[in-house]
């Protein structure tokens, strides 16, 4: 029978006794919970969080060493239910580029449609549906050719919705399933206030053609303004209405006095997203807050509402930049035995310079400043590296949003938002001002979704 006494490590009730588990699993609670003993119990769902997590470390060898994991995968942290992964549901992403990423069209292409509304020129009628041999059109070199621009968007989109294409499953987006469409509203240089607007104008007049139920914006107006007279939040206004769930990152100010949140993230009817950091561990109580940025609003509206973690998130590398060369360089001279270090270097030149000096040192030293490089650059493996902002929180919660409809296709986005709050729990660490009522629990949402009437 379930107990009604509180978890140790959740503190959610149903604690239950843990009878005859095993050395592994123990072992792994009491690497994330110091001091906890197996008498003490667990709720089933930190049960299944743990379990679920050896089962993914046995079948991830390169990502876990020894038992001894590094960056570990988002559903895996955030103990998402593996059962819903967004399927037949959309996901816009407003964004400054975009880059069409094995992760997302690999082995099928989830990409519905791209358009550039920061471009004057820019002729939608030109776009070619995915089934199309030439899609998309060559003349689309913004989208087709990775560059400075094409970062945040593919990282955001593909936190989201990636599948872990280039990872073998491991480093897969909550909703990596959903279809998406993509909307580049700027550059790596500038987005403009104006330009997220008809970003998200764009998306409610193709919402029905897409069946885009979910638009996240990991991006910010230019200024403080009212909801009341501002152009942009009036446009993510008119989203909810129009029954799209509108998920906006918080923002990154909030390290000093002013922390302002930016439309659309001030909007009322909106999901504004802020970030804290979980240690990259599976347990809610080892947690410290983020400088995401926060409320009140011009308006006097308390934001973020909700919280998810937003640093050493795995995102993936843009292919074909200089980055991704020296990521696959590291990667491999990580992987092979040490006789070979100084032929592979010598047979991959002009990568990086260091290594290039490095040739002829003892494999040793060669090992140490690989090790460095890897570090300092946060690469994860040839293909993905760790990312931190609440750019990247939000997505999390768009692709929670996705499971949730999937699960439950009639809810409304005020649904949505009083389903996430209701099973959000707080953070002991972080400030009630800057959590809202506290980090998602998606595996609660989805529950909750499935259940509502």
């Not at 776009?127 to 998309?136: A, L, V």
Request: include cysteine; glycine fraction near 8%; proline fraction near 7%.
């Amino acid at each position: 029978m379930m107990s009604h006494e509180s978890c140790p490590l959740c503190s959610r009730s149903g604690r239950q006794p843990l009878h005859n588990a095993d050395e592994s699993l123990i072992s792994l609670i009491q690497s994330n919970e110091p001091g906890w003993q197996p008498e003490q119990g667990l709720c089933q769902p930190c049960f299944d969080l743990f379990r679920g997590a050896r089962e993914r470390m046995a079948a991830n060898p390169k990502i876990f060493h020894d038992g001894e994991y590094h960056i570990l995968p988002t559903p895996l942290r955030v103990g998402a239910n593996e059962r819903f992964a967004g399927r037949g549901v959309t996901i816009a992403f407003l964004d400054s580029g975009f880059y069409p990423h094995p992760d997302l069209v690999e082995p099928r292409n989830r990409i519905l449609r791209y358009a550039n509304v920061a471009n004057p020129n820019f002729d939608e009628r030109e776009f070619k549906e995915p089934n199309d041999p030439s899609w998309p059109f060559s003349d689309q070199k913004e989208f087709l050719e990775p560059n400075d621009s094409s970062w945040h968007g593919l990282m955001t989109s593909v936190v989201a919705a990636g599948n872990g294409h280039l990872s073998g499953g491991a480093y897969r987006g909550l909703a990596c399933e959903a279809n998406l469409v993509l909307v580049k509203v700027g550059s790596a240089n500038r987005i403009v206030h104006e330009d997220i607007q008809r970003g998200l104008e764009w998306v409610i007049e193709h919402r029905a053609e897409h069946n885009i139920r979910i638009v996240n914006v990991s991006c910010g107006g230019d200024f403080e303004a009212s909801y009341l007279t501002d152009g942009l939040s009036q446009a993510a206004e008119r989203a909810v209405k129009e029954g799209i769930v509108v998920v906006c990152a918080a923002g990154n100010s909030g390290g000093g006095n002013d922390h302002a949140v930016l439309p659309p993230a001030s909007t009322p009817s909106v999901i504004t997203v802020g970030g804290f950091n979980d240690k990259n561990t599976l347990e809610l109580k080892d947690n410290a807050a983020y400088h995401s940025s926060y409320g009140p609003t011009i308006d006097g509206l308390q934001k973020p509402e909700i919280v998810a973690p937003s640093i050493w998130l795995a995102a993936p590398i843009l292919p074909g930049t200089p980055t991704a060369a020296e990521a696959r360089l590291y990667d491999l001279l990580q992987d092979s035995p040490d006789a070979e270090l100084r032929d592979i270097l010598k047979a991959h030149p002009g990568i990086d310079q260091q290594l290039d000096a490095a040739s002829d040192l003892p494999a040793y030293l060669i090992r140490q400043l690989v090790s460095i490089k890897l570090h300092d650059a946060n690469v994860i493996s040839g293909h993905y590296k760790h990312v931190d902002g609440t750019s990247f929180a939000a997505p999390i919660v768009s692709s929670v949003v996705a499971q949730m409809l999937e699960a439950n296709p009639r809810l409304t986005p005020q649904q949505v938002k009083r389903i996430l709050i209701d099973t959000a729990i707080r953070l002991g660490d972080v400030s009630v001002d800057r959590q809202g009522w506290g980090t998602i629990i998606p595996s609660r949402a989805v529950e909750r979704a499935l259940q509502f009437q």
